[in-house]
């Protein structure tokens, strides 16, 4: 029995056809059968149900599959950590990004990081923290980048950038007149914030608690875009962080944005990895070439 058997059980059971796992494998469907009887009788058990018409595993078959996926799942991860170990800058990274960060930072940051790194195979995965740390702690994740700093103390993080929040508002709202929005002027407003899960709701209710009273505020918004539509359509007024503000928001769905005049009003993004991370120097090097490609509405972490 080896890996290559392996895959071809998984394949079959996905595909629940002979030829659709040999062509997925790249092998013929004779040899992909073949090696399937082979095992088969090496096991002892039939692996699959054959007819006609269909093929499905049996229940030891579907079990083995099960077992097979996490098999091969470690064996490619051996693979990609002996590649890192031969090229730190090669191969795939698993980066996580909250999803109030993802789409603004993501479209700035790409292109310079696959110049930078041009062996270097990123795949981005975008959730709420809770999530992110966990898949971060299981091994799931390479890195993450979050605006809150990590809770275990097993976790590193590398400062990314200073984020400070601005005030979002329909187009005709008095508040939009001035420059800066007084915090003492949001004691009037309907605050919209997005639910429980998300940090970017902690931590708007962080800066504006002392200012809206509790009765003022609603948290049912499920997404960035979501509360931006909301206050357009002239629901109330949110925070949004200032690289997710957008000019086009103002000719549609009517809202602009205003900074506050507290400066303390902000967040801090930053890049958090395992300690005992073997491709640290990797991390630091885009931690810098993140800090590089932000704009200038953030301040980059030096």
């Known amino acids: 029995m080896n890996l290559r058997d392996l895959r071809y059980v998984c394949a079959v059971a996905d595909h629940r056809h002979f030829g659709r796992a040999a062509e997925a494998c790249h092998v013929s469907q004779p040899t992909l059968s073949g090696q399937i009887r082979k095992l088969e009788a090496y096991l002892g058990v039939d692996l699959f149900e054959r007819s006609n018409r269909t093929v499905r595993p049996t229940p030891m078959g579907a079990e083995i599959a099960a077992r097979a996926r996490v098999l091969l ?10 590649e ?30 696959r110049q930078r790194f041009p062996r270097l195979k990123p795949g981005f995965v975008e959730d709420l923290t809770d999530t992110l740390l966990r898949r971060l702690d299981d091994g799931v994740l390479d890195a ?10 097993g976790l590193r993080e590398l ?23 007084k ?29 809206v009273p509790p009765q003022q505020i609603d948290t049912s918004a499920t997404s960035l875009e979501t509360l ?20 086009s928001w ?26 005992g991370f073997p491709r640290a120097s990797l991390l630091e090097e885009i931690a810098a070439c993140i800090r590089d490609a932000v704009p200038g509405t953030v301040t980059p972490a030096r």
Request: hydrophobic fraction near 50%.
């Open 73 to 82: 799942q470690q064996a490619a991860e051996i693979e990609r950590l002996a």
């Open 84 to 113: 890192a170990g031969r090229d730190p800058e090669a191969g795939a990274l698993r980066l996580g990004m909250i999803a109030t960060v993802a789409p603004a930072l993501l479209p700035l940051c790409l292109s310079a990081l």
């Open 144 to 153: 993450a980048v979050l605006a809150t700093a990590p809770p275990d103390a």
């Open 159 to 181: 400062p990314l950038y200073s984020e400070p929040f601005l005030v979002a508002m329909p187009r005709n709202h008095p508040l939009g007149k001035a420059a800066q929005v």
């Open 183 to 211: 915090m003492s002027a949001l004691e009037d407003v309907h605050l919209l914030l997005l639910t429980d899960g998300h940090c970017l709701r902690d931590q708007a209710l962080e800066v504006c608690a002392a200012a």
């Open 228 to 247: 931006v539509n909301l206050v357009g359509a002239g629901h109330g007024v949110t925070l949004v962080p200032a690289l997710s503000a957008r000019p």
């Open 250 to 275: 103002e000719k549609d769905p009517g809202v602009i944005c205003r900074p506050l005049d507290d400066a303390s009003a902000s967040r801090l993004v930053r890049l958090v990895y395992r300690a």
